[in-house]
Nanobody, 115 residues
Framework: QVRLVESGGGLVQPGGSLRLSCATSGSIVGIYVMGWHRQAPGNQRELVAR???????TYGDSVKGRFTISRDNAKNTVYLQMNSLIAESTSVYCC?????????WGQGTQVTVSS
C-alpha cells in the first residue's frame, strides 16, 4: 500500500503564492511518477504537473510558467510551488503516485484564491 498525504493548501489573495507538499509512505518503491491534479466543482479533473523518477516534468497549459513541481527523494515528498495565483486556480489539489499496477491518490488539499 502507498499512502499520500497533502498539505499546504489554504486561502491566498490573487497574485500570491502557496507551496503544496505531498508526503508518501508505504510501498513507494514501485512509484515511477508523482503528480498533482486538481478538480473544481463542476469541472473535470485536470493535470497540474507531474514528475518522473528521472526528474522529467510535465505541466498543464494553464499553469506553465507559474507553477513548479519538485521532489525530495530523501524525504519521499513532492512539492508544488504555485506563484501568481489567480481565481481560476481555486480547486482541490490531489497528489497522485503512479505505479505499474494502479494509481494512488491522496485526499486532497483545498486551495482558494480570493481577495
Amino acid at each position: 500500500q502507498v499512502r499520500l498525504v497533502e498539505s499546504g493548501g489554504g486561502l491566498v489573495q490573487p497574485g500570491g503564492s502557496l507551496r503544496l507538499s505531498c508526503a508518501t509512505s508505504g510501498s513507494i518503491v514501485g512509484i515511477y511518477v508523482m503528480g498533482w491534479h486538481r478538480q473544481a466543482p463542476g469541472n473535470q479533473r485536470e493535470l497540474v504537473a507531474r514528475i518522473t523518477n528521472g526528474g522529467s516534468t510535465t505541466y498543464g497549459d494553464s499553469v506553465k510558467g507559474r507553477f513548479t513541481i519538485s521532489r525530495d527523494n530523501a524525504k519521499n515528498t513532492v512539492y508544488l510551488q504555485m506563484n501568481s495565483l489567480i481565481a481560476e486556480s481555486t480547486s482541490v489539489y490531489c497528489c497522485l503516485g503512479g505505479t505499474n499496477s494502479r494509481p494512488y491518490w491522496g485526499q486532497g488539499t483545498q486551495v482558494t484564491v480570493s481577495s
